[in-house]
Structure formats: structure tokens, C-alpha cells
């Protein structure tokens, strides 16, 4: 780390005070994070990403540090919650009817079963969350061994179940059962702007041809899901310490 740090300064022209005035700590202090001795904090490592215009990714690299993993750990520490719903009636709203958009373009598909869904709901979620810094439908997600799951996704499967508004199916995908959902109503669109309409498109296209298996095997390399505890809800703010493998984001055309 030390020496990609040393790297990353000396191309953009810094010099040791200027270091030290940027991340908040002493002249001293700056010297054992060059040398290795002392460990650059994940609030200077953000510091320093704004001022240079670049994303923490490209200060620590592919490798997220421990004590990263442990601040972000630190920043998570939320109470166990019931399996409710608890967002607001506009998000369970979004949440509905981008369920129903994408399943009505793709549910059809083989590979499209509760496992796949699943992962493009939390891209479509965390994917906008990284390039917008907004929700797109705000749902909780929760680390599991096979990747992220959609917390209220039971809930409000149920309801629009008994709203007649998805139809659930049973079949088989290489010898493997598969719950399948099928739209019986058409989303209501208006509830998306142009951009997050847009932006579910993009993620449905990336993904849509992709097996459980690979969808599951690219969310365990996602930071987010890295950096939470089994059977914890995924926090949102760790997409800004994505790497370069799953950061949606074009860091380098922003200014400071």
C-alpha cells in the first residue's frame, strides 16, 4: 500500500505538507504512512480521493485493507430488525413496479428465476445508489451465503400476490427447480424518472443473460457484500469503496 500511496502522490504532484493539509493529520504521521509504518485511515483515504478526483478504489487498489473492512464494520453497527416492511408506501411503489418491469422484460427468459432476480434488484439498487448518490427504490438488503437478498421482497410478493398483480411458477433450470414470476399487470412507469428508467434498462441488459451461479459469484466480489456480516443488512454508503471489478462509477471525470 505504502508504495502505491508513494506512487499515487508523487503523479499528481504532492508534496508531503500538502499530503498532510489534505487528509488532516501531522507532517510526521504523513512520513509512516509513506514508509508503511502507520496505515491510511479510510476517512483520509476519502479525503484524498475528493481532492485528487479519483476513487478510493484507485488509492488501496483491488485489496480492501482490514482495517477498511473493520471501519465499515463499525459503521454498520445496526440492530437486529424484524422482516418487515418498512419503507415508505412511494419506495414499496418503486420497489413493485420495477419488479414487475423487469420481469416483464425478461421473466420469460430460462435462466430468470428468484436467485437472478434477486441479484439485479440489488445492482439496479446499489449500482444507482454509486453513480446517483440517491435511492432508486430505497428496499434493505441482507448478506446471505448465495449474495444479497431483497429483505421486503416477501412481504410485498405476497400483497401483490394477493393483488393479482404477479403470478408465481414452479420449473426447472438444468435439472434444478426454479421459482419463476410472472406479471399479470403492467408497471406503472410514471413512478420512475427518465434516468432511473434508463438506468434499470442498462443493469437488465448487463445481466440478463447471466446463470444464479455467476450473478452470485460477482455480488461475493461487490464491497458492499464484502464488508457486512452474515445475516446483516448491507449498507449502502460502502459502494464508494468499490473496486474497479464492480464500481459503476467513472471516478476520473470528476473534479475535487
Not at 122 to 143: H, P, V
Not at 144 to 152: A, K, M, S
Request: hydrophobic letters at 35%; proline letters at 3%; one cysteine or more.
Amino acid at each position: 500500500m505504502s508504495s502505491k500511496l508513494q506512487s499515487l502522490v508523487s503523479s499528481h504532484g504532492l508534496s508531503q505538507s500538502k499530503l498532510a493539509e489534505v487528509i488532516g493529520v501531522s507532517r510526521p504521521t504523513v512520513s509512516k504512512i509513506l514508509s508503511g509504518e502507520r496505515e491510511l485511515q479510510m476517512s483520509e483515504a476519502k479525503s484524498l480521493a475528493e481532492t485528487l478526483g479519483i476513487s478510493t478504489a484507485e488509492i488501496y487498489g483491488d485489496v480492501i485493507p482490514v482495517a477498511v473492512k473493520l471501519k465499515l464494520e463499525e459503521n454498520k453497527k445496526i440492530e437486529k430488525q424484524e422482516e418487515r416492511v418498512v419503507l415508505s408506501s412511494a419506495n414499496v411503489d418503486k420497489f413493485e413496479n420495477a419488479f414487475l418491469y423487469i420481469t416483464q422484460k425478461i421473466g420469460a427468459l430460462p435462466n430468470i428465476g428468484q436467485t437472478v432476480l434477486y441479484k439485479i434488484l440489488y445492482f439496479c439498487d446499489f449500482d444507482y445508489y454509486e453513480k446517483y448518490e440517491e435511492q432508486l427504490t430505497g428496499a434493505r438488503y441482507q448478506r446471505n451465503h448465495y449474495g444479497p437478498t431483497p429483505i421486503e421482497f416477501g412481504e410485498i410478493l405476497k400483497q401483490m400476490i394477493v393483488e393479482k398483480k404477479i403470478e408465481v411458477v414452479k420449473s426447472s433450470f438444468f435439472n434444478h427447480e426454479q421459482t419463476k414470476y410472472m406479471p399479470r399487470v403492467s408497471p406503472d412507469l410514471s413512478v420512475f424518472s427518465g434516468q432511473e428508467l434508463n438506468h434499470i434498462d442498462e443493469v437488465v441488459e448487463k445481466l440478463k443473460n447471466k446463470t444464479a451461479k455467476e450473478l452470485s459469484d460477482l455480488s461475493h466480489k461487490d464491497v458492499p457484500w464484502i464488508t457486512t456480516s452474515e445475516g446483516k443488512i448491507i449498507d449502502y454508503e460502502s459502494v464508494f469503496y468499490r473496486t474497479a471489478e464492480t464500481s459503476v462509477r467513472d471516478y476520473g471525470n470528476e473534479t475535487a
